[in-house]
């Protein structure tokens, strides 16, 4: 009883074809009411085709759909009562923001001072108070995705759908509307469910992102979870920098990878000696340090191996360390002005917490 | 020296090139539109001769025209026509071109090919047949006959405009409209057929003057009471070079230059709005 | 992102199918029924194919065709190639010299040429003006006059393809030719050409078609003896009142423009005009 009352919208056994081709395979899923779900995940990777399902753009190939408790799964998209945000806005260009605005209310019927009160409400709401009479053309990308924002909340809708939204916004606007719809979501507590290709705008924004690829779901998860226990590979490479290394597990426990390095691994990941094993480490997990400098010594190392590229991008330096058996591994560290001192040949140390280490599902 | 020498004979050259094609292409230009220039002045001339340029203007062949009933009847006929034409083919064409466009469904290849046959086939065949089929109709030489043959053949170019229409709006506007509640039809009114005015405009009048311009379908379904303006000139170019024809040509290039800059102007609105 | 639905079309194609069924595949199936004399002989092609009238009116057909889709050709690509190097605001200026004959009236451009060719004609009267002796050069009621009529309709026809595939073409392409050394012939036979030559193909067959079926101009325009197929279906339907033979006929010049139309077609459908 108590998890239908939270549960907004549930997935079951929700599946896609088209033809032969799975677009969605059989999916479970089920989103919170309140809750700011993300979809992540490449093109292709099926997270459209989750979003199509929920809003009825077309029907699920098999499973069922329950938006509160109801089955939604043969509803058409009007009778489901959900909001919808595009990417490319979907305005209707021969309309003013105002009626824009003002046409989900008018299909409902509602008074023409309801309408009034309503819209200019949710006008001020984002923002663009005094734009009513302006035709889309006559605003800027941001302001138009706010009126296609403002057409969503102002009916009420149970959930909120936003299929890549920023998508057409250059990166500054992008920023700055992520955290305006951070804070709308706060104000008016419906569910959100956002899509996105976008990692840090999916981590910055989300309770929970579930990563999608190739038509299901990989993780699903807090951007804590994704960020620091990715459960797969491709889950690790997807969001954040990752080394990957892979090795089997000798007699002492430790893991052994490629020629005669071996990496202390906690025993609490429970690996099984013998076995092959990936494992992820963090670029910024690495800590580095000069011979007889700092806080890296040779004693206390964990690896050597020598500088091969420096790059500085600002707020961070990466660089590309060979360790003595070819495995390079990237480090990230913020930049100093003294940045300089690391070069190319040169030969450092470098040393992390087991804790960081990260075993990976292995994928075939 | 002798570098820059070459360049300056390559780029005599060029503009040697330039020059003539640009040239050629006015010689065509001209040879394109001699047609639609000579008969107006033409036009203004003499009752009794046909010359150009004419040696006296007047408007003796308008005022002919527009007195002898053997010209206004079919000009009121063709008229009639065209306008009936054009309102049941634009009320069959912007429907069709809509489900063509966003619908996939069994046999639409079959049909996109029977509406569009009237392109393809050449009009005599298509004249031919309609005459034939008619004809057992008891359709051959009435209005009706006119319209219902004239409403088929204009129909594949309106829908060939008003689908371009269709093809450039956003389906995410129709699939929101719905999601936000609309129902289908209340959809089609308030987003769809708003977007598509300016392609539907252009499109009926185009269908109207492809009517009002036809003559084989025409020629052949042309009774004594039913024969239109194109009809009746042709027949008139055959066998009577008589002056008032030329005044006749001027009305119909008036009426194609209207509806080209129409069309035109059109066309341009439909580029600011999107 | 909403794909194409499968259902729910009926009620928006239903007009225009049950129209096209009606008006234009009944009057097809008209055509075939009495061009094979009720579907009971062939003896119509027979006799066609015995007559002297009907082998000159398709050797006319061909022929004519042929050479007013050549002729089209080459002036529809001067005037495409004109237009193609012109600022945008210049074409749309340009595009009106093209487009209002477009817009014009067969009838109106083949009596303006009675009057520009006939024997005391605009040309005639010019060049008596100038040679001081009295000139009737034969321009018109024979294979010439046909030939400029059908020329001067068909050759916007051109214009519309050839032009878009001419402003398909990257200016960068012509920049990086020029700056390689290429001479603007050179860049014209190894750029131009070749890459406007889906607009010339998909211009010319349509071209070739509408000239197959060709019935005004070569009416008013040309002689008895250039009587194309289309006046041949004419003369057979009013003159010697046989359906069945004009059947034939027709059928024929419908089987010939076949040649011409599916390959046209096939073209338009690749670059996906109304077909999905």
Redesign the interface.
Known sequence: MREIELTSIELKDVSKS?GSVFALRSTSLSVRKGEFLTLLGPSGSGK?TLL?LISG??PASSGRILLNGKDITNAPPRQRGIGMV?QNYALMPHMTAFDNIAYPLRVRGYSKDDIRTKVTDALARVGLTGFENRKPKQLSGGQQQRVGIARCIVYSPAIIMM?EPLGALDKNLREQMQDEIKILHREIGTTFIYVTHDQEEALNMSDRICLMNNGGIVQLGTPDELYFQPISRFAAQFIGESNLLAGSVDDAGDLRIATGYSLKVPDHRGLVRGQRYEIMLRPERIHVARDGQGEVTPATATARGTVVGVSFIGSMTTLAVELPDGTLLKVKSTSLPAQNRYKVGESIGLRWDPEDLVVLRSED | MTSGKSHII?DW??RC?QIL??G??FG??L??????L??TP?SFGSKYE?K?PPASYSLDLYRIFFSTEAWTQPLLLSLRVALSTTVIAT???V??A????????LG??F?????M??L???????A??????FSTLRLGGTTLGLI??H??FV?PYA??II?AGVQKLD??L??GAMLMGAGRLRMLMTVVLPQLYPSIAAGALFAF?ISF?E??IS??LAGPNTTTL?VK??SA??WE?SPV??AV?TI??AV??V??LIN?ALQKGGEQSS | ?????????G???A???I???L?????????LY?STMEGTSVEPFRTILKSSLFHRAMTTTVVVAFWASIISLV?GY??A???A?QTARRR?A?M??????F??????????????LGREG?INSFLSWLTGAQVALPLIFNRFGVMVGMT?YL??LIVFPVLASLLAIDPALYRAAEVMGA???RIFLTITLPLSAPGVLAGVLSVA?MA??F??VP??LGGRQDLML?NL??FY?REVLD?NI??AV??T??AL?GIF?IP??LIRRTKG????
């Open positions: 088209f459209s199509n753009g077309y595009f299929d | 390559k050259r060029k090139l094609g640009t050629l292409a065509v230009y040879f394109l539109l001699a047609p639609s000579i008969v033409v046909l150009f009320f069959i064409a429907p069709a809509y489900g063509l466009v966003r619908f996939n469904f639409k290849k049909l996109l090919a029977l509406i046959s009237p393809v086939i050449p009009s005599v065949v298509f031919l047949g309609i005459y034939l089929y219902v043959a409403t088929m129909i829908l060939v689908s389906p995410n129709e699939f003057l311009d003559v084989v020629w052949f194109s000139m042709f170019i055959q070079i024809i030329a040509s119909l290039t194609s230059l509806v080209c035109v | 992102m909403v794909t194409s639905a499968t259902r729910g079309a009620p928006f194609v007009p225009a199918a129209l096209s069924l008006v234009a595949l009944v009057p097809i199936a008209f055509i009495f002036l001067i005037v190639l004109h237009l190097r749309a340009l009106v010299l093209v487009l209002l004959p817009w014009t009236s067969i009838l109106v451009k083949s009596y303006a040429f009675t009057i520009i605009i001067n050759t916007p001479k603007p012939i078609v197959l079926g019935f005004i009416a008013l289309a279906v004419d339907t359906w004009a059947s027709g059928v010049l419908f423009v139309a046209a077609t005009r109304i077909a999905s």
